[in-house]
């Protein structure tokens, strides 16, 4: 019998989950070398700044296959692509089996901003996630699904104030363009208050798959503010800097993995043992 060889099995399982992913339209997912390559620093930047043990261990020991410890942190690079990759294929096609329509949903609440001298606190998702579940349950149950989590960026104002805002992305299907933004309606006040759009609502019509890898993503970027060339106000995105970068990655390894994902209605599949929360 011809000797199993671990590396080279590993490496085509590696193949065929990019191949999947290709033929889904998402031809760009990140490989095992650039998760290696994002942990390494992660968990170099953790250390070098002070991070206690608490956040970091276990975090060099994960791998394409399996986590450093046994119940992971949302943070690890590893983790989220196997629960992306996990997800991504099942969704799609829970979502392409649905009639009607199929919403992207993005919503920046004001209330969900906080300062970045503030420490970061879990109960920031709870709060926005909570708020989802309330104005849902307006829609009512029957046909509604959803999947998406809570981000955070980073906002620097024209005057250099620096807010970190959080924000929902989720996919949703069983309801109308018209009910949703009814539902999701922020006051106008509240608006204002926010100085972007709080709330937008696309039509999915292609790119499903990649839509729905975008709404369970794992990075963070800085949002600067500028006025261009008619006076307007306008957002540059970049990369964050190195302090909010260790705010960031602190942050999400404080967490469990799977602690900002949130599903709505009956959902079969929990891959990776990721705990899904119903909001
Ligand atoms: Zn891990």
């Given at each position: 019998m011809k000797p199993s060889n671990p590396g080279a099995k590993a490496t085509r399982r590696q193949r065929r989950i990019a191949r999947r992913m290709a033929a889904l339209?998402?031809?760009?997912?990140?490989?095992?070398?650039?998760?290696?390559k994002r942990q390494q620093r992660m968990v170099g930047r953790l250390r070098r700044r002070g991070a206690g043990?608490?956040?970091?261990?276990?975090l060099a020991d994960c791998s394409p296959k399996s986590?450093?410890?046994?119940?992971?942190?949302?943070?690890?690079?590893?983790?989220?692509?196997?629960f992306r990759h996990e997800m991504v294929p099942r969704a799609t096609k829970i979502f392409e089996q649905r009639e009607g329509p199929l919403w992207f949903v993005t919503v920046i609440h004001p209330d969900w901003s906080w300062p970045t001298t503030e420490p970061f606190s879990p109960d920031r998702i709870r709060q926005?996630?909570?708020?989802?579940?309330?104005?849902?349950?307006?829609l009512g149950k029957r046909n509604l699904l959803a999947i998406g989590s809570w981000e955070f960026c980073l906002n620097i104002e024209l005057d250099g104030t620096c807010t970190w805002s959080g924000h929902l992305h989720f996919i949703i299907a069983g309801v109308t363009y018209d009910a949703l933004e009814q539902a999701l309606a922020i006051s106008k006040v509240e608006a204002t208050a926010s100085g972007?759009?709080?709330l937008m609502i696309k039509p999915v019509v292609s790119r499903l798959a990649r839509t729905i890898a975008y709404c369970i993503k794992m990075n963070s970027e800085q949002r600067l503010a500028y006025r261009d060339k008619t006076g307007r106000k306008n957002r540059n995105h970049l990369p964050l800097r190195a302090p909010e970068q260790y705010y960031f990655d602190h942050a999400l390894c404080s967490i469990d993995k799977g602690a900002r994902v949130f599903w709505f209605d009956a959902w079969p599949y929990m891959p990776d043992g990721i705990r899904i929360r119903e909001v």
């Open positions: 339209g998402v031809p760009d997912f990140e490989t095992p070398a650039d998760c290696a043990r608490e956040t970091t261990e276990g986590c450093g410890m046994f119940e992971c942190r949302d943070g690890c690079h590893f983790a989220a692509r196997r926005a996630q909570d708020w989802l579940a309330t104005r849902l349950e307006r972007s759009r709080p």
